[in-house]
């Protein structure tokens, strides 16, 4: 078969120590894999002012997928790699799915009181390109005493009927084939109401799936002391930020996070991230934990139909999840990195 033609961008902080691990372990699952990094992020903006040129937009247009460490760094004011870099890649390249597993690992702690893995097995399926985060608003008077800015969410029925359509079909894949919409309806009734109409006109495409409604304040609550309702959650841009950093924190931390911003339509290559940041606290010390990173690469095997290749992956971050039991602390990013490679590629 052909190369896997991969565009990386390790971004910032400890974005670089992660990734590395995530490619050993590709290397070691046996792909072919043909990689180019592009050095965006904070080096190159204080090096060039440029964050994301049209240039490179087109050239990442041209890869199989594209592998991220994490962008933002204290040194660039808030907003700028946000939204120039990471949400104008999310949007350009039409990432309307952001797909964030929910699951708690045999061996991992979590904070919640008599839960078992089985009880936190969720796929948070959050919409990519609109809400809040398509930016529009604006503010008048800025800095006097009668300020006004308005930011307003940005719903279309096209975005919404696209986002629901996937979720349903994810959740008719799985055992409890359980779909919940996640909004707050009842204040929000412009964009609620055309969620709620959305789901009510699919469902009946999906009849085995059951559909359930939770507003996003009491979801958040049911994450801390029912996780085991949801199954597949579907929701907007806003929400599903909030509710996945919930979610990483009861299925044992934002080190283990991945995610997949999918364009399922294939008209341009998806992009792995772990859901953490760059951590500049911790950058440069061998800290990290890359298992989100490498939990990414696995989502990333399984989008481009490896998934024999997907499941090994998966698996040797579960088996070595388990041994972190008895010997965690010392560990630092690249011998997690080995230690998980080693098991991919049969030697552990
Ligand atoms: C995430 C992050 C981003 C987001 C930030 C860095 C723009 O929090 O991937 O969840 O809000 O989507
Ligand atoms: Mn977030």
Redesign the pocket.
């Known amino acids: 078969s052909r190369n896997i033609r991969l565009a990386v961008i390790p971004g910032d902080g400890i974005g670089t120590e992660v990734v590395t691990e995530g490619l050993k372990v590709l290397e070691a699952v046996g792909v072919k894999i043909e990689s180019t990094h592009y050095d965006l992020g904070a080096t190159r903006y204080h090096a060039t002012g440029e964050t994301l040129s049209d240039e490179v937009l087109q050239e990442l247009r041209g890869y199989d997928a594209i592998l991220l460490g994490a962008?933002?760094d204290p040194s660039v004011p808030p907003g700028i790699l946000?939204r120039e870099l990471?949400?104008r890649l999310r949007f350009e390249l039409d990432h309307y799915v952001?797909l964030r597993p929910v699951k708690l690992f045999p061996g991992v702690e979590t904070p919640l009181a008599d839960t078992l893995p089985g009880d936190i097995d969720m796929v948070v399926v959050r919409e990519g390109t609109e809400s809040l985060?398509a930016g529009a608003g604006g503010v008048l008077r800025r800095g006097t005493p009668h300020e006004i800015a308005t930011q307003e969410s940005l719903n279309t029925a096209f975005g919404v009927e696209r986002v629901v359509r996937y979720a349903f079909a994810r959740a008719a894949e799985r055992p409890r084939k359980k779909l919940t919409l996640v909004h707050k309806t009842n204040v929000l009734t412009y964009a609620g109401d055309l969620w709620q109409r959305t789901v009510n006109r699919i469902a009946p495409e999906f009849p085995e799936v059951t559909t359930d409604y939770q507003h996003i304040d009491a979801a958040s609550m049911f994450f801390v002391n029912q996780p085991e309702r949801f199954d597949v959650i579907v929701t907007d841009?806003l929400f599903g930020?909030i509710i996945?950093?919930i979610g990483a924190a009861i299925a044992g931390g934002i080190g283990l996070a991945a995610?997949g911003n999918i364009n399922p339509d294939r008209t341009a290559p998806s992009m792995f991230?772990p859901?953490h940041?760059s951590a500049p606290d911790i950058a440069g010390q061998g800290k990290a934990d890359p298992t989100a990173t490498i939990l990414s690469v696995a989502m990333m095997l399984d989008h481009l139909g490896l998934t024999e290749q997907a499941a090994r992956v998966e698996q040797a971050v579960a088996d070595d999840i388990v041994e972190r039991l008895a010997g965690w602390a010392g560990r630092t990013t690249h011998e997690i990195g080995d230690d998980i490679t080693a098991r991919v590629s049969g030697g552990a």
Do not use: F, H, Q
Request: aromatic fraction near 6%; glycine fraction near 14%; charge should be negative.
């Open positions: 962008i933002g946000e990471l949400l952001n985060y841009n930020d996945t950093d995610s991230e859901v940041g």
